[in-house]
């Protein structure tokens, strides 16, 4: 797999923990630019974030890069 890392900007930071998760998981899809149809596993253990993911994928909703 592939690895990603950085620093979040003084603004950022005042972000509460959930958004900067998703944010997180949101820059890596853009980094890596997936395909159609291509499946991707996304490893965190924020149970926000797996809880959105999996309710856009649930309701058929178009990825949320």
């Known amino acids: 797999g592939e690895e990603f890392q950085g ?3 003084s603004q950022e930071m005042l972000l509460h923990i959930n958004v900067l998760e998703m944010r997180v998981v949101l820059l890596a899809l853009q980094c890596i630019q997936p395909q ?3 499946r991707v596993l996304v490893a965190t253990d924020n149970s926000t974030v797996v809880a ?3 309710h856009r994928e649930a309701q058929g909703q178009e990825p949320c890069a």
């Open 7 to 9: 620093k979040w900007t």
């Open 36 to 38: 159609e149809d291509t």
């Open 52 to 54: 959105y993911i999996n």
